[in-house]
């Protein structure tokens, strides 16, 4: 059977990104890939570990001459963002990513591609799988990256030598990445509490948003379906009742889709006010979302709906919840902190508002965003749970590795490269905390739209990329 793929160069990278393309990697449902990874080092012959929690460690000798150059680590993340387009029949848990190539890009067919971060990781097998001249080198493929950076804060920083770290979890070429924000989690619940008189039941869905990663692309101002949701149905509330409230998939992605079940008082004057709000949007996202569009369907079946202080709760939550850039550097062009609103959830016994919040100053995080969401909390009377927290990367004065990047690339492409930090958040900050004195840098082929389903990579980037970290190695004595 053919491969998608076939041809493309670097040969290897292509051929082991399709491979890992096959099998289902979203985060928490890494053992298939995990597996994969740890039979093809035995294969290999090259020396790997499987810790408890999947990552995997594959380490290689130095070439010949490189025997006392400083060990490097290549570092990225194994599992992937699970996106796809409403109506698309795609079972994340059993079935391979569809590849498609378009020109000079390679997309999926209507889910992720999961370029994040598997060319990361082909670049690293392609590294290990290939004569080039290198130092020591230790290759840390970690788990559960996308929703909590599980895999990195409980690898054992005691198995590496590393003093440099490359970081391949960077999307855009030309771009060296010496510092990343930090983040959390702060999720909300509201019990939920039903009437007993039942009524024909709608559907109220907003859609057709591009959506995008919470970080690398919250400063696009492009809509959350949550959010637009929670204010059309601040407008409803007198016409309708609330049955249950869904948004998003991962609190990581800007929600792309949401919707409710309602019920209706007045159908008339609520088409009206669905009509208010397609021409109020329109406007609104007329530049960052053109196809944003508010539905209303009627369903073929009947509902409870809550009581109506749970549905003020609701409403009141979502609205309240800060969404988007909330502070940016005076001094860069950087955001400094953002929240996502990511994914709303209805089930039996709650409704559940997750949210991801980021910021490259731990204090606006710990000691400002935080601690207003508790008391958005109490003023409610729902339950905060904050977690998952993961440190932020700092901009280092001086650095050895960024050094050897930055004149590698003017000797290559002969012009300066760009080099600074990211909202987004990177694994180098939890892998610095465990390996004292660790010197890192993060790079990447161009990528579009992560964490949605118009994710596509540059196919020349990729190649250029690897060329590039080759050198790099290459310089590394």
Request: glycine fraction near 8%.
């Amino acid at each position: 059977m053919s491969r998608v793929l076939e041809g493309l160069k670097p040969e290897k990278v292509f051929y082991y990104f399709e491979e890992i393309s096959k099998i289902p990697r979203g985060s928490g449902n890494e053992k298939q890939v995990s597996d994969y990874l740890y039979n093809l080092a035995k294969e290999k012959n090259w020396e790997v570990i499987q810790d408890e929690y999947l990552n995997i460690i594959i380490k290689k000798p130095a070439h010949r001459g490189y025997e006392y150059a400083p060990t490097v680590m290549l570092q990225g993340h194994m599992d992937m963002v699970c996106e796809k387009n409403e109506g698309v029949e795609h079972d994340f848990e059993k079935d391979p990513i569809k590849l498609r190539v378009i020109d000079d890009y390679i997309y999926a067919t209507d889910t992720t591609l999961g370029a994040d971060n598997g060319i990361g990781v082909a670049y690293a097998l392609a590294v290990l799988d290939s004569e080039l001249a290198h130092p020591p080198l230790e290759v840390l493929i970690t788990t559960d990256e996308e929703k909590g950076m599980t895999g990195a804060s409980k690898v054992d920083g005691s198995l590496f030598r590393s003093k440099f770290l490359i970081n391949l979890d960077s999307e855009e070429e030309g771009v060296f990445t010496a510092g990343c924000a930090g983040g959390s989690e702060v999720d909300f619940k509201i019990p939920v509490k039903y009437g007993k008189e039942k009524d024909k039941a709608y559907k109220l869905s907003v859609k057709g948003l591009l959506g995008g990663h919470s970080g690398v692309d919250i400063n696009k101002e492009r809509g959350n379906a949550n959010k637009i949701l929670g204010r059309i149905l601040y407008d409803l509330f007198d016409d309708v009742g609330l049955a249950k409230i869904n948004g998003g998939s991962k609190n990581n992605a800007i929600p792309r889709e949401a919707s409710a079940v309602i019920t209706i008082k007045n159908s008339e004057k609520v088409s009206e006010k669905i009509n208010k709000w397609n021409k109020i949007l329109k406007n609104e996202y007329v530049f960052t979302d053109p196809d944003l569009v508010v539905e209303l369907k009627s369903l073929n079946e009947e509902t409870e709906t809550l009581e109506k202080d749970i549905f003020k709760k609701v409403v009141s939550l979502i609205n309240l919840i800060p969404v988007g850039v909330l502070s940016k550097s005076t001094a860069i062009d950087l955001v400094i902190s953002s929240n996502n609103l990511g994914v709303i959830t209805t089930d039996e016994g709650y409704i559940s508002f997750y949210n991801h919040p980021r910021s490259s100053v731990k204090t606006l995080l710990t000691e400002e965003f935080i601690p207003s969401m508790k008391l958005l909390a109490d003023l409610l009377d729902i339950e905060c749970v904050v977690g998952g927290y993961y440190p932020g990367w700092e901009y280092a004065k001086e650095s050895p590795l960024r050094d050897i990047c930055i004149e590698a690339y003017r000797d290559m492409y002969k012009k300066e490269p760009k080099v600074g930090a990211i909202h987004a958040g990177l694994e180098c900050g939890l892998l610095m905390e465990k390996i004292p004195g660790l010197d890192a840098i993060s790079l990447g082929p161009t990528a579009y739209e992560a964490h949605s389903p118009n994710e596509h990579v540059s196919i020349s980037s990729v190649e250029n990329v690897y060329n590039l970290l080759c050198e790099i190695l290459k310089r590394i004595k």
